[in-house]
């Protein structure tokens, strides 16, 4: 079955980074564009970044533009999100998610992780 296991949250400093890792089983990872989604305390889901399938295109949510960037190995079945120049704001539990559709984007998603939670705090 389809599993995505995030990785590499924790509590980090104002103006530190964090890479994210996702790891992916039970489908063709290559095959699929990959989201990182969060979801701060008390606040709903918030899309952050969305990769295609040979990880050549990448979009962003505008206030994390020019700090983060995903990326992905296709060969290895793992999706990252680096995170620099953190700020409180970023505080959340980040999330990846898989397409619903195959080799396009949607922007439905079908699966989602468990979450990994990124604490930005001095």
């Known amino acids: 079955q389809v599993q995505l296991v995030e990785s590499g949250g924790g509590l980090v400093q104002p103006g530190g980074s964090l890479r994210l890792s996702c790891t992916a089983s039970?489908?063709?990872?290559?095959?699929?564009?990959m989201y990182w989604v969060r979801q701060a305390p008390g606040k709903g889901l918030e899309w952050v970044s969305v990769?295609?399938?040979?990880?050549?295109?990448?979009y962003f949510l505008d206030s994390v533009k020019g700090r983060f960037t995903i990326s992905r190995d296709n060969a290895k079945n793992t999706l990252y999100l680096q995170m620099n120049s953190l700020k409180s704001e970023d505080t959340a539990v980040y999330y990846c998610?898989?397409?619903?559709?195959?080799?396009?984007?949607?922007?439905?998603?079908?699966?989602w992780g468990k979450g990994t939670l990124v604490t930005v705090s001095s």
């Open positions: 998610a898989k397409d619903s559709q195959y080799a396009t984007y949607s922007s439905g998603m079908n699966y």
């Open positions: 039970g489908f063709t990872f290559s095959n699929y564009w």
């Open positions: 990769i295609n399938t040979g990880g050549g295109s990448t």
